[in-house]
């Protein structure tokens, strides 16, 4: 599970915004069932220290882990496919996006690829709220 040594501060890294933080993590994790390293972008509000909202990111990256049957249910009425369990051990992910808000709420963003699609999973806390297939295949 992710600790606050985990997060590597991004001194450098390109925010339009003065009011984030982003910090890399280059600790596997586990992502939709996958054991995953270095595609984890984290930005937190400035108003946050990471001690604080540590244990948030642990619940969150642990709904993150293992959403099969919460993504099996979204896709099917995001994309209007049914899939199975193969779908799901199948799926190939290319990156994740985590942000801690100012109020403290947590949204992120999964791409990742089926055998057909390549599209974006959308958490807002611990639901999901959207699938986007991407334009680019």
């Known amino acids: ?14 925010i339009n915004e003065d009011d984030w933080k982003l910090y890399k993590v280059f600790k596997p994790m586990k992502i939709f069932g996958k054991q995953l390293e270095s595609l984890f972008d984290i930005g937190i509000h400035k108003i ?12 969150h990256i642990s709904i993150l882990s293992d959403s099969r049957e ?3 249910t979204a896709y099917g009425d995001f994309m ?3 899939v199975d369990d193969n779908w799901y051990d199948n799926l190939e992910i290319y990156k994740i996006l985590i ?10 963003k999964v791409d990742c690829g089926d055998d ?9 806390n611990n639901d999901i ?9």
């Open 116 to 124: 057909e699609n390549i599209f974006s999973v959308y958490f807002k």
């Open 70 to 72: 919460q993504l099996k």
């Open 80 to 82: 209007f496919i049914d």
């Open 99 to 108: 942000k801690i808000n100012e109020d403290g709420s947590i949204d992120s």
């Open 48 to 59: 946050w220290k990471l001690e604080d909202i540590i244990n948030n990111l642990k619940d």
């Open 1 to 14: 599970m992710i600790n606050v040594e985990d997060l590597v501060d991004v001194e450098a890294a390109n």
């Open 129 to 137: 709220i959207d699938i986007m297939e991407s334009r680019i295949r």
